[in-house]
Nanobody, 117 residues
Framework: VQLVESGGGLVQPGGSLRLSCAASGLTFSWYNMSWYRQGPGNEREMVASISISGVSTSYADSVKGRFTISRDNDKKTVALQMNSLKREDTAVYLC???????????WGQGIQVTVSS
């Protein structure tokens, strides 16, 4: 199983980035997908999650109204659109696939997002 994140980088406060995670080696439409992040000195936290069908989503309070998660089961990808970025959004962002049946989770290696002027 591979989860490969892309789209990270350096952005100014108030700017936008779109992260993407491409999955392979698993039946993508069987897994709930999530984005997590881990900032310097912080614990890993869930940022956004999306259900298998894409109908249900959930967000951390800190990103509600600014971030949007979406998925394409045909392309086996999940995206995170991040708008109105703040310095405190600086972190390594990781993609997670979790089976709702077994609880087994797979992780990507992560990608750096830095919000700085």
């Amino acid at each position: 199983v591979q989860l490969v994140e892309s789209g990270g980088g350096l952005v100014q406060p108030g700017g936008s980035l779109r992260l993407s995670c491409a999955a392979s080696g698993l039946t993508f439409s069987w897994y709930n997908m999530s984005w997590y992040r881990q900032g310097p000195g912080n614990e890993r936290e869930m940022v956004a999650s999306i259900s298998i069908s894409g109908v249900s989503t959930s967000y951390a309070d800190s990103v509600k109204g600014r971030f949007t998660i979406s998925r394409d089961n045909d392309k086996k990808t999940v995206a995170l659109q991040m708008n109105s970025l703040k310095r405190e959004d600086t972190a390594v962002y990781l993609c997670q696939a979790m089976s709702p049946g077994t609880g087994r989770a797979y992780w990507g290696q992560g990608i750096q997002v830095t919000v700085s002027s």
